[in-house]
Each structure stands twice: as C-alpha cells, then as structure tokens.
C-alpha cells in the first residue's frame, strides 16, 4: 500500500503545481520519451490492474478539470488505457494547446485519433510533425487550438 500511496502523491503534487509542464521532448532531441509516467501506467494497467483502478480512483477528482499540461496529459493517459480515445485525443490536444513544443503530446494525440479512425490526420501529424508545430506554436495562444483542426482536417 506505501507503493501506491507514494504514486497518489507524486501524482497529486504534479497536478496541483499551476502552469508547470512535464519533461519535454522537442522536435530536435532525442527520439525517446522523456515523460515517464505513460510507460508506468501502461505496466500497472497490464501487469496489476488492481493498482491502476485504484490509482484512477484516487486521482480522477484532479483529471476532471485539470490546471495544467501535466493533468491534461494524464487525463489523456487514463483515457487512452481505458479505450476512450475520442476523450484521449480532447485531453492530448488541450496538451499541446498547453505546451506546443512537447512531442510527446503530439504522438499521443496522433495515435489517439489513429484508434478514431483518423488515419490521414494522424499521419499528417506523425510524418509532418514540424510543420504541424509550426502552426500551433505561432499565432496567437487562443487559436491554436482552432488552427490545428483546421490544418489536419479532423
């Protein structure tokens, strides 16, 4: 139980710090994730799903409306792992509405939309990754959101 607990806190305190980011993997970096968390959830939701229920439950009242990338890319995570890929793809793109610069959200949101059906925006966005950035992260914060959509034809 001390596992889990130690898991309900780190979560917990990520959700709660406002207008933070998590690790981010640019464009120019390393091909590798640099967010570790997607990686523990997936172990925990096919080796012990136990802990992942119990998890979820602890953390949900934070997803509901989350401050941040951070809840916003966990949002997506528990989505994505329960196969509510459409509300996956909603979290993931409020993530890189969040933090544009973040491949990570970009892959997420990508493969999210792959599970909707979404094939040609998904691989716009998985082999034009440069070029769909570039539309989210100039121009105004407020329609990026707009412009993406846009741009990928979802």
């Not at 967010?35 to 925990?44: M, P, S, V």
């Not at 989350?66 to 993530?95: C, H, M, T, V």
């Not at 990570?104 to 716009?124: I, Q, V």
Request: charged fraction near 25%; include cysteine; proline fraction near 4%.
């Amino acid at each position: 139980m001390a596992a889990q607990e130690a898991d309900i806190v780190f979560l917990k305190n990520a959700l709660n710090k406002q207008g933070e980011c998590r690790p981010c993997n640019y464009l120019e970096g390393p091909n590798e994730r640099m967010d570790g968390c997607f990686a523990y959830l997936t172990e925990l939701y096919f080796l012990d799903q136990k802990e992942f229920k119990y998890l979820f439950q602890k953390v949900s009242p934070f997803l509901r409306k989350p401050s941040n990338e951070i809840g916003w890319a966990l949002r997506g995570y528990f989505s994505y792992l329960k196969e509510d890929y459409q509300e996956a793809a909603s979290a993931f793109l409020e993530a890189i509405a969040l933090a544009p610069e973040n491949l990570d959200n970009w892959l997420d949101f990508a493969f999210s939309l792959r599970h909707l059906g979404c094939d040609e925006a998904s691989l716009k966005i998985i082999f034009n990754t440069k070029q769909v950035m570039k539309i989210m992260i100039t121009g105004p914060i407020k329609n990026r959101k707009t412009r993406l959509i846009k741009s990928i034809k979802i």
